[in-house]
């Protein structure tokens, strides 16, 4: 499950508008249902739609946008476990979480796209006393009800966009727990936690547990009362005497960083909108043989020559790296942050992405996911190697017919000479080409 809000201008922000296409879809799109709440107009729809504008054109102060649009997207699998009720339940479970519970909305769910999908058209100014509500921090909200709802529904869980560090923290528990106990004072902490990417600071009265290579300012770290009550500045320093700083240069073996995001916004338009796959699809496609070619790689220039054979090279950009398309169809050398595959650069070689926790075995193989593969400082690639499968232009969807297999290859060597994408050739194919083909 995924959540995002779609965000508009306030000179765009139409409740009519919204609540028609939420209540009607449009071309290519079904209706599933529609409801309302928090209306005085009870389940009359298009009323609500007038009670909702009424009420936004009350509040004559804000000049920012009044409604607040929520997409909510299931995986279709799970669409067919969760019932009309269901899907009602969890948006008041969003309501409550972004503080709308009391607010008019509008819903819809739409149905035959690739990801069957909820929209939700909150009112952002209170029916009482006009005043606007906007969540802080409203992305942490949905995210943290995402996760919530597929536990209680039993959904497949998404990654999400971002992991959090207090979630880092949590799945390591016991080993950071484990640490603390075997330490014999602050430098052989230190040691321990580094093996985790963790460090123990002073911040203001008291400690936290940090993330190696974050500032402070970042917010990647949590006050060690809050991990365990008997882990207080005070109770470590009986412990171990007064504060010091880490010495560095401990073995790290894994490193917080947040989690790429799901879907890249501009290469799903591009998906949607042509029905080709994207750059950003196929490099996520090809996750496992990149970490395998970590794996098996003793120098940086091995690892080029395995991405060269599908078209990919790595190169430095900004503060981190970046997957580049030598090979393909891309325009200008497409690119895509290293981390989406799993796995992060660091000065020394590449953090092999981590393993499921039931499989996780760190710590005792320089070659297993989870672990540092030493391929010393990084070089650039020295060019020349072989391309064998490189990206390509490709349906997103699988061609299932003789009808389908030959448009595409009609689309191919044509495409140049038409203006149009494979999802309107596709859909004319017959229609452009029947006479030709006898058909």
């Not at 796209?113 to 906007?134: L, Q, S």
């Not at 203001?204 to 365990?228: E, P, T, Y």
């Not at 030493?374 to 391309?387: A, M, V």
């Amino acid at each position: 499950m995924i959540s995002k809000r779609i965000q508009c201008e306030p000179k765009n922000d139409n409740i009519k508008r919204l609540g028609l296409y939420i209540g009607a879809g449009h071309e290519g799109e079904k209706l599933f249902a529609k409801w309302t709440a928090g209306c005085y107009a009870g389940q009359d729809y298009d009323l609500a739609i007038d009670e909702i504008k009424a009420t936004q054109a009350m509040n004559t102060r804000t000049k920012k946008e009044k409604t607040y649009h929520m997409v909510v997207s299931f995986h279709p699998e799970d669409f067919e476990k969760l019932s009309l009720e269901d899907f009602k339940d969890i948006e008041k479970e969003f309501a409550a979480a972004l503080g709308f519970e009391n607010h008019q909305r509008l819903c819809g769910i739409h149905i035959n796209t690739d990801n069957p999908h909820m929209h939700v058209a909150y009112n952002m100014i209170y029916k009482e006393k006009y005043t606007r509500h906007d969540p802080f921090y409203d992305y942490y909200k949905r995210d943290k009800t995402c996760r919530l709802l597929e536990e209680k529904y039993k959904l497949k869980v998404d990654v999400g966009v971002e992991q959090q560090f207090s979630d880092y923290v949590k799945d390591r528990q016991s080993d950071v727990k484990h640490a603390f106990d075997i330490a014999r004072d602050w430098q052989s902490l230190h040691k321990e936690l580094a093996v985790y990417g963790l460090t123990v600071q002073m911040r203001g009265n008291g400690c936290v547990l940090a993330a190696i290579g974050h500032k402070q300012k970042d917010g990647h770290h949590i006050k060690l009362s809050d991990f365990d009550q008997n882990l207080s500045k005070k109770k470590l320093q009986v412990r171990f005497g007064s504060y010091e700083k880490s010495a560095g240069d401990y073995e790290v073996k894994e490193f917080f960083q947040r989690e790429p995001k799901r879907e890249n916004p501009k290469a799903k338009d591009f998906e949607t909108k042509t029905g080709l796959k994207s750059f950003d699809t196929f490099v996520i496609e090809s996750k496992e043989f990149i970490v395998q070619a970590a794996i098996k790689s003793d120098t940086w220039q091995d690892f080029h020559q395995e991405l060269a054979r599908i078209g990919l090279e790595v190169n430095p950009r900004g503060a981190g790296f970046v997957l580049t398309d030598i090979g393909g169809k891309t325009k200008k050398n497409s690119s895509i942050p290293f981390s989406k595959t799993g796995m992060r650069i660091a000065q020394t070689g590449i953090i092999l992405e981590r393993p499921k926790k039931e499989n996780m075995n760190r710590g005792r193989n320089a070659e297993q996911p989870g672990n540092l593969k030493i391929l010393g400082e990084f070089e650039p690639s020295q060019g020349g190697y072989t391309i064998e499968k490189p990206y390509r232009f490709e349906p997103v969807k699988k061609l299932k017919s003789a009808k389908e297999r030959e448009a595409w290859k009609i689309y191919i060597r044509e495409q140049k000479q038409h203006n149009y994408n494979w999802i309107k050739f596709n859909k004319n194919f017959q229609r452009f080409y029947g006479e030709d083909y006898g058909m």
